[in-house]
């Protein structure tokens, strides 16, 4: 069975500095896997996705992730946060056959400190 | 490309009351999934659809709810006998034939239950 764990339900950073969000996660087998924004009352936004190319992905609005199969993780990256990443975020593991549905952790809010 | 529609986009309704929900993935989208997302939460899979076949269902969807894609195209959500447990976003995904593992997410349809 599959599932994923977000390490932290709350971070917060200061504008400028690095992010860092934290993910594992358990499949079967060879995963796809994502990272989701949802800003307050909007619908949620793909980041970036892992579908066994590249390890290290590169996403929208200077987000990275990398995915390490000896750790079983996909954590998420900014090397500079700003005001407007301020939001929910949440990482979402998917099998490669099958039904291919989401498995959405549960969430890791980001808050950005002036 | 218009995106996924949902509608309506807001329901406020009272406990007891029958309400359905509209989904309109995108054209050649041929999977379609529903999900649940309660406050705080990451969404939880519901139902998933592979053209007019309903080919799983989550333990989530008790017998008071039920979808149907007839056609293949559009796809219905009901809820018989609201409860106020049922209060939630209720997000609709579909996925193109050559990208299944790819899910683009409408906005969802937010259901109040009074």
């Known amino acids: 069975a599959q599932s994923v764990t977000q390490l932290d339900s709350h971070v917060s950073v200061s504008e400028g500095t690095p992010v860092l969000l934290r993910c594992n996660y358990s499949s079967s087998y060879s995963p796809s896997l994502f990272w989701y924004v949802q800003h307050p009352n909007k619908g949620l936004q793909l980041l970036l996705k892992y579908t066994s190319a590249a390890t290290l992905v590169k996403g929208i609005n200077g987000f990275e992730a990398e995915f390490k199969k000896s750790e079983t993780s996909f954590h998420l990256t900014k090397p500079s946060a700003h005001m407007s990443d301020a939001a929910e975020y949440f990482c979402v593991v998917s099998d490669r056959a099958g039904t291919y549905k989401y498995i959405f952790g549960t969430g890791t809010r980001l808050k950005v400190l002036a | 490309d218009t995106g996924v529609s949902q509608n309506p986009r807001h329901k406020i309704t009272k406990r007891g009351q029958n309400v359905t929900f509209r989904c309109d993935p995108i054209s050649e989208h041929n999977r379609l999934y529903w999900y649940r997302q309660t406050l705080g939460q990451g969404p939880e899979f519901l139902t998933y659809f592979q053209n007019e076949a309903q080919l799983e269902k989550s333990r989530l969807l008790s017998d008071r709810f039920s979808a149907e894609r007839p056609k293949g195209s559009f796809s219905t959500l009901e809820i018989q006998r609201t409860e106020q447990g049922d209060s939630a976003m209720y997000l609709c995904?579909?996925?193109?034939?050559?990208?299944?593992?790819?899910?683009?997410f409408g906005p969802g349809t937010r259901l109040t239950v009074t």
């Open positions: 995904a579909s996925s193109p034939p050559g990208t299944p593992y790819e899910q683009y």
